[in-house]
T-cell receptor, first 116, second 118 residues
Framework: AQKVTQAQTEISVVEKEDVTLDCVYE???????LFWYKQPPSGELVFLIR??????QNEISGRYSWNFQKSTSSFNFTITASQVVDSAVYFC?????????????FGQGTRLTINP | DGGITQSPKYLFRKEGQNVTLSCEQN?????MYWYRQDPGQGLRLIYY???????QKGDIAEGYSVSREKKESFPLTVTSAQKNPTAFYLC?????????????????FGPGTRLTVL
């Protein structure tokens, strides 16, 4: 079965705190990609990062960092020194190929609220 | 500016009516997708299309129909057969990969249409 689990439904922190969003996935495919998307209140999903199944290097982009661990099937997302503008719903997604087409399997999302 | 437009932003429908949601992209992307999002849930795939005049059912296609007559357009019709159509609908597109892994490229999303059945 292909599945993505984001166990944290909602997280609320005070501005400048660090926060980690968890993502655990299941797949039997040996080649796959993982994505994180941000959904601000406007509703449009915004692409944040892609990681392929063969690359376990951590990634840092400004205040954002991602930790991919194949051994635990996890792809966690950390925001350092959070800001109010980081408030959004964040989705983790698993990208698979079926009949030659990409299919994204999304987690349930984590609603992150940063309080001033 | 390149992007995806969806219209209308809000749509109200009476029970028993069919409605069509518009999705247009000027990114020259080959693949297009329709998702449904319910409160507190992730996105679920309704239909997708990899090329013009071809489309495939996703995980929850019942009660929906699509067409892909032009590369830039992928309208979704919510029919009266859809039992619970009230939801947020998102359209997405993705660049083709010309022999590379289809799973690689990210999908770009439109701003969504919120459909409410009265």
């Amino acid at each position: 079965a292909q599945k993505v689990t984001q166990a944290q439904t909602e997280i609320s922190v005070v501005e400048k705190e660090d926060v980690t969003l968890d993502c655990v996935y299941e797949t039997r495919d040996t080649t796959y990609y993982l994505f994180w998307y941000k959904q601000p209140p406007s509703g449009e999903l915004v692409f944040l990062i892609r990681r392929n199944s063969f690359d376990e290097q951590n990634e840092i982009s400004g205040r954002y960092s991602w930790n991919f661990q194949k051994s635990t099937s996890s792809f966690n997302f950390t925001i350092t020194a959070s800001q109010v503008v980081d408030s959004a719903v964040y989705f983790c997604a698993l990208s698979l190929v079926r009949q030659g087409a990409q299919k994204l399997v999304f987690g349930q999302g984590t609603r992150l609220t940063i309080n001033p | 500016d390149g992007g995806i437009t969806q219209s209308p932003k809000y749509l109200f429908r009476k029970e028993g009516q069919n409605v069509t949601l518009s999705c247009e992209q000027n990114l020259n992307h080959d693949a297009m997708y329709w998702y449904r999002q319910d409160p507190g849930q992730g996105l679920r795939l309704i239909y997708y299309s990899q090329i013009v005049n071809d489309f495939q059912k996703g995980d929850i296609a019942e009660g929906y129909s699509v067409s892909r007559e032009k590369k830039e357009s992928f309208p979704l019709t919510v029919t009266s057969a859809q039992k619970n159509p009230t939801a947020f609908y998102l359209c997405a597109s993705r660049q083709g990969t010309s022999g590379g892994p289809a799973s690689y490229n990210e999908q770009f999303f439109g701003p969504g249409t919120r459909l409410t059945v009265l």
